[in-house]
């Protein structure tokens, strides 16, 4: 398996309380994702990092920040956390598309609960 | 924007049976990739298709890939129960230099029944 790490891996909180998912890899990939995923969604892109400080949005950005200082981290903050993100949260790990493989491995999923 | 549609999102089957899972996307792009995901689980890669005309195999399943239909089938035969997972395409769109990512299709969940 990929050396990824998602923690935690289960967490419930309250509207509007700041929230923070770290995903650690130990595979020193270049590209790290945050996706969440909902039932009839299938997986959505929140953000993404293409190197250490550098990230961009996906197609559901709002409410969601992200940071990555070191290689093998890349953080998902919720600022506010709405019912709304309530979700399963996975991270995925590849290299740059301008390889020749950008197969992406996934870690196990954190589970948010907002009530 | 990159979309990527998959048919049939529900698919159930009986054992022994052969169907295909089709995976269409809106801009060009040559590199596709299938996962598998049982519940509650993390997302299992199971083919890298990286070129036009790409075909891979691994037991039961078969995936191919035409850049100029701009699909992708996951080909079923034979089903059996273990096949039972939701099935996922993901396309990768290129910006250039390194930067780019994966889009994912919202999935085929399967069903196989005896």
């Known amino acids: 398996d990929a050396g990824i790490t998602q923690s935690p891996r289960h967490k419930v909180t309250e509207t509007g309380t700041p929230v923070t998912l770290r995903c650690h890899q130990t595979?020193?990939?270049?590209?790290m994702y945050w996706y969440r995923q909902d039932p009839g969604h299938g997986l959505r892109l929140i953000h993404y990092s293409y190197g250490v400080k550098d990230t961009d949005k996906g197609e559901v950005s709002d409410g969601y920040s992200v940071s990555r200082s070191k290689t093998e981290d890349f953080l998902l903050t919720l600022e506010s956390a709405t019912s709304s993100q309530t979700s399963v949260y996975f991270c995925?790990?590849?290299?740059?598309?301008?390889?020749?493989?950008?197969?992406?491995?996934f870690g196990q999923g954190t589970r948010l609960t907002v009530v | 924007e990159l979309k990527v549609e998959q048919n049939p999102l529900f698919l159930s089957m009986q054992e022994g049976k052969n169907y295909t899972i089709y995976c269409n996307y809106s801009?060009?792009?040559?590199?596709l990739y299938w996962y598998r995901q049982d519940p509650g689980k993390s997302l299992e890669s199971l083919f890298v298709?990286?070129?036009?005309?790409a075909v891979k195999q691994e037991g039961r399943l078969m995936a191919s890939l035409d850049t100029k239909a701009r699909l992708s089938t996951l080909h079923i035969t034979a089903a059996v129960h273990d096949l039972s997972a939701t099935y996922f395409c993901a396309v990768e769109i290129y910006y250039g230099g390194s930067q780019g990512n994966l889009i994912f299709g919202k999935g085929t969940k399967l069903s196989v029944k005896p």
């Open positions: 995925a790990i590849s290299e740059p598309p301008s390889r020749s493989n950008t197969e992406a491995f």
């Open positions: 595979e020193n990939h270049r590209y």
């Open positions: 801009t060009t792009s040559d590199r």
């Open positions: 298709l990286l070129s036009n005309g």
